[in-house]
């Protein structure tokens, strides 16, 4: 590959990178629109197993949102009771969260909602996991690994 046609790309790459990642969340707004949540309110409600409690700070790290971010949306998806904030018996700084009945009867539709958006990006099953590989390889390279190299 010549230099002019690597700058280039470079160029593109990082245009496409935004474009999708905002076109992504764009779609799924469309979908959480009808349920008043946004896309980081859906984020943290995928990842609270159903009737399992997380505490915050794990959601924080595995999410890689800081305690600034996560807090307004733990305000927010409590205050529209689909969580439950739990202390900690043994050290009440130490929060978890839950999700409330109907925390679990909205996250049942969010299979669907994820199918759907799929869908509509139009893409052969072949290019969907090859697309999912890619974004995996650049996470576990660039973000996962950076967390194992600060914890060691």
Same mark, same amino acid.
Do not use: D, G
């Given at each position: 590959m010549t230099s002019n046609v690597y700058d280039q790309m470079k160029k593109e790459l990082s245009y496409l990178f935004y474009?999708? @990642?905002?076109?992504?969340?764009n779609r799924f707004n469309r979908y959480l629109k009808q349920y008043d949540i946004s896309f980081p309110n859906y984020i943290v409600l995928l990842y609270i197993e159903n009737e399992k409690p997380i505490f915050i700070k794990t959601l924080c790290e595995e999410l890689y949102l800081d305690s600034g971010t996560i807090s307004p949306i733990i305000k927010r998806l409590e205050k529209k009771e689909l969580i439950n904030r739990i202390r900690a018996e043994d050290d009440e700084r130490r929060v978890k969260v839950q999700l409330t009945e109907k925390g679990l009867n909205l996250k049942k539709n969010f299979s669907q909602i994820s199918e759907d958006v799929l869908q509509q990006f139009d893409m052969e099953q072949d290019d969907s996991i090859a697309y999912y590989q890619i974004l995996k390889k650049f996470a576990d390279k660039n973000i996962? @690994?950076?967390e194992q190299e600060l914890s060691e």
């Open positions: 474009i999708t @990642s905002k076109e992504v969340v996962y @690994s950076k």
